[in-house]
């Protein structure tokens, strides 16, 4: 979707982030995760048959983002190696994804490539990369621990419930507030 936006006007952009928030969103709600795709494909097919001709550049980037996927699910099922960690035996896909240069495209692309094909600076980007997703899940635990302390503390069924008990959004009870 990052090629499509990067071709759209200021106003194209608008009008793609009000179709997503109306695609996410009943009256202000976040609908079902599984209602979200056919919604957009719904509401992007719409806007193309309307004449917006960014919508079809954002179908036609999910269209191949989709396939990619399914081809990348498909193949982690298929070629996976085991590998010995902590005493036991674990399958990891044999594929991962590594960032290649290219002077068609300046930033560079994404290729999935088999571990036996890496080069030691593909192998350093990796565990970068893996670090960085590390740092990241941590977050997430303890976004969710600090969550589950509200819920503990208020015997509320959801978060929303806790925070309406405790009279805090959700961003001020983890302390985005005070890093505004």
């Known amino acids: 979707m990052k090629a499509a936006r990067d071709a759209m006007t200021p106003e194209e952009r608008v009008e793609l982030e009000d179709l997503l928030y109306a695609v996410g969103y009943d009256d202000g709600e976040l609908v079902p995760s599984a209602e979200i795709g056919p919604r957009m494909v719904e509401a992007l097919t719409g806007a193309a048959q309307a004449g917006r001709r960014w919508a079809q550049w954002i179908l036609d980037d999910n269209l191949e983002h989709g396939c990619r996927d399914a081809w990348k699910h498909w193949h982690n099922k298929e070629k996976q190696t085991r590998v010995l960690f902590g ?94």
């Open 87 to 180: 005493g036991r035996l674990v399958a990891k896909p044999a594929l991962r994804s590594v960032r290649l240069q290219s002077p068609a495209e300046p930033g560079g692309y994404w290729q999935p490539m088999m571990y036996e094909d890496m080069t030691a600076a593909e192998l350093h980007d990796l565990v970068r990369r893996s670090r960085t997703q590390i740092e990241a899940e941590r977050i997430n635990i303890a976004t969710a621990n600090k969550l589950l302390g509200a819920l503990q503390i208020t015997n509320a069924t959801t978060v929303g419930e806790a925070m309406g008990i405790l009279g805090v959004s959700v961003d001020a009870y983890l302390g985005n507030e005070l890093a505004a």
